[in-house]
């Protein structure tokens, strides 16, 4: 029989799509790059240990020592520049100052109460380079929770910041009699430069661990007082190092944020990832709406960073164009990357559409955490996710994470009554994320919060899926869908019930923020008089453009139209049960965030909604088809048990 044969034309086609397909199906490319991301992160982080050069200190002295990067630029900072060598020789004058004028040793630790500075940087190094551990205080503390963070951190010498000196009060002081509270005015900084750069011997750095202390940083306390996490010298060259490799970042990038430097996503993924790839690091004081996209043309950044609700300010600002040409200036700039979390569905898109972003770089993880998820988005494949994956990689590292169905009641996995242990939430199936700990050795990827066992061993869960298994705890309800998707839930504690079923804040949020009137939404429950659970409440700022000109309280109360239209709008994104049951207007134009642009919810779920407890925000509740005012009476009526929601 004659055998017949495929011309190529037809058949080089059908291969190309069957690979693409399967690639598509497998995530193998995407994979790939992770991997390729992440080998080399580990091969030179074991180099580095066994030549006794895991301080990131040495990733600095080798590039400012280098003929061929010693006059690259590093840092950049307002109106400054600072190239590898001259950033080198300023650290090592501060050592020295810190050292013989302050007497800094070996494995002490100094906080440093900074706003991002460059001076914050040094100081930075400096201690590093002494073999010293910098403690990185919340520069917006005051009170109580600053003593509690010097407290935490067991220092004897805290470095201010003089823009924020005045946040260290009296109170304070007389708190901590026994530490000294320096402020680094310019007076001091040069005095520090008087100094010679003298580098201090490798012995100060010497006996460093891949689970020995890099840097302290604190939690947002968003739920009490902050928490001090341990970073390890392993996560901060293996985060900083795979991140680089990871986004792609080139020597001559330029990495900018305006993120705070006291937190670990600027300090890990932003200053400690630039410093890997050999690019320069430019930042801002703080973040501000008005003057960010004006720094990151000034910069000619390449990457900016994002956290929390970051991306959704930018884009609620008014478009602005150039006073010469008349040009719009939203896409006047180079980058090519925005990298971050907590970036919302509801803004992904819009975000990078207004200004021209070609990829988000998103990902999840906390300071503390032993793993993270990593979504590089380039299209609407993984719009909102906070980390996907493929076949290769859950084969390889698939094992190191699980998603368990959650208590909601006793917010703790849920556990098999025969057997006490965990079952596995079914793809789709929204469940707390975990990551694996080697059991008979915890600390070696969970080193937990300095001097706080109670804390620490509360984010430790064992026997859950063996006897003698380990895993870590994120608090976080996630889901993760067939195609390999990863999607932010709800924070377990957030997550509500009410009509008996589990209401997800943040996907509440996120149709909220839909309708066309909402700049920003945070939803949470409340308790309301007569009925069991929480009723959903959604705190709104609105687009001055919905607000009623005759509203009582100088225009601020959203129009007619605007409560009628959002009212529609939930009823027809939402199912009944996680309908916002009541609305309260934020008259002050803003949410309450963290320093970092994640919002606080602690406060708005204990005043709840009862007239005279809200301020002066106004509350709405819905009924039939609009939201309406909600009064003194109608609370009544709810204690009463007149009314049933």
């Known amino acids: 029989m004659a055998t ?41 982080a074991g180099w580095w240990k066994s030549r006794g050069r895991l301080n990131i200190f040495y990733r600095l002295e080798d590039l400012a020592t280098s003929k061929s990067t010693e006059n690259r630029v590093f840092l950049r900072f307002e109106d400054k520049t600072y190239t590898y060598a001259q950033a080198y020789d300023t650290s090592l004058r501060y050592a020295d100052w810190l050292k013989t004028r302050r007497g800094v040793q070996k494995g002490e630790m100094v906080a440093l109460d900074f706003q991002n500075t460059d001076t914050f940087i040094f100081l930075l190094i400096a201690l590093w380079s002494l073999g010293a551990v910098p403690a990185l205080i919340n520069y917006n503390l005051t009170g109580k929770p600053l003593a509690h963070c010097v407290k935490k951190a067991t220092a004897r010498l805290v470095l201010v910041d003089p823009s924020v000196a005045e946040n260290v009060g009296e109170d304070v002081r007389a708190e901590l009699g026994q530490v000294s509270f320096e402020v680094v005015t310019p007076e001091m900084e040069a005095q520090m430069l008087s100094h010679d750069a003298v580098r201090p011997p490798d012995e100060d750095r010497a006996n460093v661990t891949p689970d020995g202390m890099g840097i302290l940083i604190y939690t947002s306390g968003t739920t009490g007082l902050p928490k001090a996490a341990i970073v390890s010298w392993a996560k901060i060259a293996v985060v900083g190092g795979f991140t680089s490799r990871w986004v792609g970042t080139k020597k001559s990038d330029v990495f900018y944020t305006a993120m705070p430097l006291y937190h670990s996503t600027a300090m890990l993924l932003g200053f400690a990832h630039a410093l890997s790839a050999g690019a320069t690091f430019a930042m801002s004081r703080k973040f ?13 950044a390449n990457i900016i960073q994002y956290v929390g609700e970051t991306c959704r300010y930018l884009l609620s600002a008014a478009a602005r164009t150039d006073p010469v040409t008349g040009e719009s200036l939203d896409r006047k700039h180079n ?34 955490g032993s793993f993270a998820t990593w979504n590089l988005s380039r299209n609407d494949y993984s719009m909102g996710a906070i980390g996907r994956s493929g076949t290769l990689y859950n084969m390889l590292l698939g094992r190191s994470v699980a998603i368990v169905e959650v208590d909601h009641d006793t917010e703790l996995p849920l556990r098999e009554p025969a057997t006490g242990l965990c079952r596995r939430a079914p793809r789709g199936v929204p469940g707390e994320l975990l990551f694996r700990l ?104 609105f687009k001055p453009e919905a607000l009623s000109a005759s509203g009582g309280n100088g225009g601020g109360l ?16 939402l199912p009944k049960y996680a309908l916002p049951l009541f609305l309260r207007v934020v008259s002050c134009g803003a949410i309450q965030t963290t320093g970092t642009n994640k919002q606080q919810k602690m406060s708005l779920r204990s005043e709840g909604v009862e007239p005279g407890r809200t301020g002066a925000d106004e509350v709405f509740w819905l009924k039939g088809d609009s939201y309406v005012r909600f009064r003194a009476e109608d609370w ?8 049933k929601l």
């Open 4 to 44: 017949s044969h495929l011309p190529l034309s037809i058949t080089l086609p059908a291969v190309a799509a069957a690979a693409a397909y399967l690639n598509a199906k497998t995530l193998f490319s995407y994979d790939f790059n992770l991997l390729a991301s992440i080998v080399p992160t580990i091969t030179w």
């Open 335 to 368: 980058v090519r990357v925005a990298f971050g979390n907590g970036l919302r569905p509801d803004v992904w898109n819009r975000f990078k559409e207004r200004f021209g972003i070609e990829t988000i770089a998103e990902f999840y993880g906390a300071t503390e």
């Open 636 to 643: 009544k009526a709810l204690q009463g048990g007149r009314v």
């Open 288 to 300: 501000s709406t008005s003057s960010f996209w004006d720094d990151v043309r000034k910069h000619d």
């Open 558 to 573: 959203p129009s007619d139209k605007t409560l009628r239209t959002l009212a529609s709008h939930v009823r027809a994104g």
């Open 438 to 541: 080697p059991p008979g050795d915890v600390e070696s990827r969970f080193q937990g919060y300095y001097g706080d066992k109670e804390a620490t061993s509360k984010k430790i869960m064992l026997n859950v899926f063996a006897r003698g298994d380990a895993w870590f705890r994120t608090g976080d309800v996630v889901r993760w869908d067939a195609e390999g998707r990863v999607y932010f839930h709800d924070r377990i504690g957030d997550t509500f019930r009410w009509k008996s079923e589990n209401v997800s804040t943040a996907e509440v949020a996120h149709v909220v923020g839909l309708h066309p009137a909402v700049l920003e939404a945070n939803v949470y429950g409340v308790e309301v008089p007569g009925h069991e659970g929480r009723a959903g409440c959604a705190a709104v700022v």
